[in-house]
C-alpha cells in the first residue's frame, strides 16, 4: 500500500494575522508546511509528498529543504486553485504524472501540523476496505443545531464527530469526487464530504486532540509547548 501525500498550504490563513501565507509561518525553526511535509515523509507507507502552495510561495525550483529528511520522496511544488478542492485537483495531477503507479492519496492540511506519521499509517489501513477513511476526533461538547440566531435542536452527542486530516482515498475515488463536484457546482469543505457523495463508505480512525489545525495568534502558542514537550520525551 504505497500513497503519494498532498500538503495543502495554497490559503492565506487571514484569521492568523500573519503578513505571509499560514504555511509559511515560522514554528521553531520550521514552517508549518515543512513540520506536516516532514511527518507524512517518514510514514512507512508514503512514497513521494507534494506541497500545493500560494501563488509566489514554496520553493520554485522544486528543491528538496534541509527539513525534509524523508526517505519519501519530495516532488516539486504546485501552485494551489482559488478554493480547495481546486487545490486538491492541482495537486493530485502532478502528483499521478510524477508517480502514476501509486494508486492511494492522503490529503492534508498543512496547518495540522502537529501530525504524526503514525496517523497517515492508521487512515490508510482503514481507507482499504472502502477506498476512503479520515480520522475524527469524538465530540467532547453538546452540539447544538442552529437556525440563525435560535437553537433548533440538540445532535446526539455521540454521533457526533470533528473531521481531521490526513485523508485517504483511493486515487481513483477521490479523481472522480473532484469531477463530479466539479460538474455539479458544488463546493465541500474536505474531500471526503465529496467522496460521500458518491456513495462510497468513508470509514473513520480515531483523532487526536494535538492534531489541531492552526487557525488563530493563540494556536501557534500551543503547537509550539506541543513540540517543545516533544523535543523533551
Known amino acids: 500500500m504505497r500513497a503519494l501525500a498532498l500538503v495543502l498550504a495554497a490559503g492565506q490563513g487571514v484569521r492568523l494575522g500573519r503578513e505571509v501565507p499560514k504555511g509559511f509561518v515560522r514554528l521553531r525553526g520550521r514552517t508549518l508546511l515543512e513540520w506536516s511535509a516532514a511527518a507524512l515523509g517518514r510514514a512507512p507507507e508514503v512514497a513521494a509528498v507534494l506541497c500545493v502552495v500560494p501563488a509566489g510561495g514554496g520553493t520554485p525550483s522544486g528543491a528538496r529543504p534541509a527539513s525534509f529528511p524523508g526517505p519519501a520522496e519530495w516532488l516539486a511544488p504546485v501552485v494551489g486553485g482559488a478554493r480547495r478542492q481546486d487545490s486538491v485537483a492541482r495537486g493530485l495531477e502532478a502528483g499521478v504524472r510524477a508517480r502514476p503507479e501509486l494508486d492511494w492519496v492522503l490529503v492534508h492540511d498543512a496547518a495540522r501540523c502537529l501530525v504524526e506519521p503514525a496517523d497517515a499509517s492508521a487512515v490508510l489501513a482503514a481507507a482499504r476496505a472502502t477506498g476512503a477513511a ?81 487557525t488563530h495568534p493563540e494556536d501557534l502558542a500551543r503547537a509550539e509547548a506541543v513540540l517543545a514537550a516533544r523535543e523533551v520525551a
Not at 144 to 166: H, I, M, S
Open 134 to 214: 479520515l480520522p475524527v476526533l469524538p465530540a467532547s461538547d453538546t452540539v447544538k443545531w442552529l437556525d440563525g440566531a435560535r437553537v433548533e435542536r440538540t445532535l446526539e452527542r455521540a454521533r457526533v464527530g470533528f473531521a481531521q486530516t490526513p485523508q485517504a482515498f483511493r486515487v481513483d475515488v477521490l479523481r472522480e469526487a473532484l469531477e463530479k463536484a466539479s460538474h455539479d457546482g458544488v463546493e465541500g469543505t474536505d474531500c471526503a464530504s465529496l467522496v460521500e457523495r458518491l456513495g462510497v463508505e468513508v470509514r473513520i480512525t480515531p483523532g487526536r486532540a494535538e492534531n489541531f489545525k492552526v
